[in-house]
T-cell receptor, first 114, second 114 residues
């Protein structure tokens, strides 16, 4: 089945220690998104890639960066995690960014910062 | 400005009862899309339905049905004969035709008691 995969499902890191979350997709979608979701809140878009074009949301902290080495994979790097970065991180994909476009989500990575 | 309101923060019903989750949206655009996603305790956001602004037909999928009314800017979701597995947070979201961003409601936590 075509799907969005996120690894690991749970990640524990220490305050200030860099961490990388990964996302892969078998949907062959052009667009990949990273969201942050804190408890009891709606997801918040951090950035997205349309093919290799990177689009950062205006209020995404510099501490968050992303890489997309190919169509299938996308990584979220948190350079110096703070306690406030503990959250669920969701990856999503879509065929394009306009028109009848639906975002499909992976299972998420729950990040704990100690 | 666009906005999605899910006024019900939490709903609790007994299994087999019918339940309706409300979603009210605001936009001045004429072409837009409305979505419902389900987020069970595991955390994955599961796509349920997309509706475009030109299609006001109600939709039924098994025990799920959706009522889209442009006159009241509402896109309500009804679960018939609810089951414990329906327990989740349900998000309504709006996307404009030419914009990649999903505008999320705050979510409604649905608890189905056995």
């Amino acid at each position: 089945d075509a799907m969005v995969i996120q690894n690991p499902r749970y990640q524990v890191t220490q305050f200030g220690k860099p961490v990388t979350l990964s996302c892969s997709q078998t949907l062959n979608h052009n667009v990949m998104y990273w969201y942050q979701q804190k408890s009891s809140q709606a997801p918040k878009l951090l950035f997205h890639y349309y093919d290799k074009d990177f689009n950062n949301e205006a209020d995404t902290p510099d501490n968050f960066q992303s890489r997309r080495p190919n169509t299938s994979f996308c990584f979220l790097d948190i350079r110096s995690p703070g306690l406030g970065d503990a959250a669920m991180y969701l990856c999503a994909t879509s065929g394009r960014t306009e028109g009848t476009d639906t975002q499909y989500f992976g299972p998420g990575t729950r990040l704990t910062v100690l | 400005a666009q906005k999605v309101t899910q006024a019900q923060t939490e709903i609790s019903v007994v299994e087999k009862e019918d339940v309706t989750l409300d979603c009210v949206y605001e936009t001045r655009d004429t072409t837009y899309y409305l979505f419902w996603y389900k987020q069970p305790p595991s955390g994955e956001l599961v796509f349920l339905i997309r509706r475009n602004s030109f299609d006001e037909q109600n939709e039924i999928s098994g025990r799920y049905s959706w009522n889209f009314q442009k006159s009241t800017s509402s896109f309500n979701f009804t679960i018939t004969a609810s089951q414990v597995v329906d327990s989740a947070v349900y998000f309504c979201a709006l996307r404009l035709y030419s914009n990649y961003q999903l505008i999320w409601g705050a979510g409604t936590k649905l608890i189905i008691k056995p």
